[in-house]
């Protein structure tokens, strides 16, 4: 039950595209297409952005897109604005359990 | 509107207890598996536990293994969390979320994401 690997920090200006990166492994990420990305401003509650993969929920900008590959999923945010500065987490259902990801800090300079 | 609504959280001693309720409101709780995740300070999001529809089937992350016990209760609509031999590691914030629901004709499945959540709860193990 580890924490899926994700960079501690990705910045970019206002426009730019960044990826965020979600290692995990063949009993998570690898084996399931259940990974699901959520944004959390502190001290509110997190907001799920990404679900199944590649699937936006009603009223989530298309800005924001997810993908995987192998062990490892994706979450690009394309041209990148001031209210996309926040934490983001991926999470993987891995059979009886659900694993989160250590975090990135998404910060627009 | 959904609406989850946490409470219970506080100070409490190493190897004490408490119960953590969240309630529930504008969705019939019955029909979703329910979950907690909590988030230490300075830490990311960790889930916690999980509960299918009729509470009879129940997962834990091992670190709260035979210390924690997640249950409902559907005529209060609620979610609850005790947690019994608390440790300074058990500090965060506790947040309960539901777990997204496909349904298809007269089916319906649990979607293995989490598309409401509360506000959370704080939780402070200290002597």
């Known amino acids: 039950q580890s924490a899926l690997t994700q960079p501690r920090s990705v910045s970019g200006s206002p426009g730019q595209s960044v990826t965020l990166s979600c290692t995990g492994s063949s009993s998570d990420v690898g084996n399931y297409n259940y990974v699901s990305w959520y944004q959390h401003h502190p001290g509110k509650a997190p907001k799920l952005m990404i679900y199944?993969?590649?699937k936006r929920p009603s009223g989530v900008p298309d800005r924001f897109s997810g993908s995987k590959s192998g062990n490892t999923a994706s979450l690009t945010i394309s041209g990148l604005q001031a209210e996309d500065e926040a934490d983001y987490y991926c999470c993987s259902y891995a059979g009886s359990y659900t694993v989160f990801g250590s975090g990135t800090k998404v910060t627009v300079l | 509107e959904v609406q989850l609504v946490e409470s219970g959280g506080g100070l409490v001693q190493p190897g004490g207890s408490l119960r953590l309720s969240c309630a529930a409101s504008?969705?019939?709780?019955?029909?979703?598996?329910m979950n907690w995740v909590r988030q230490a300070p300075g830490k990311g999001l960790e889930w916690v536990a999980n509960i299918n529809k009729d509470g009879s089937v129940k997962y834990y992350v091992d670190s709260v293994k035979g210390r924690f016990t997640i249950s409902r209760d559907h005529a209060k609509n609620s979610l609850y969390l005790q947690i019994n031999s608390l440790r300074g590691e058990d500090t965060a914030v506790y947040y309960c979320?539901?777990?997204?629901?496909?349904?298809?004709?007269?089916?319906?499945?649990?979607?293995?994401?989490?598309?409401?959540w509360g506000q959370g709860t704080l939780v402070t193990v200290s002597s």
């Open positions: 979320a539901r777990e997204g629901l496909y349904c298809s004709g007269s089916s319906c499945y649990s979607q293995y994401y989490f598309d409401y």
């Open positions: 504008g969705f019939t709780f019955s029909n979703y598996w």
């Open positions: 199944d993969v590649t």
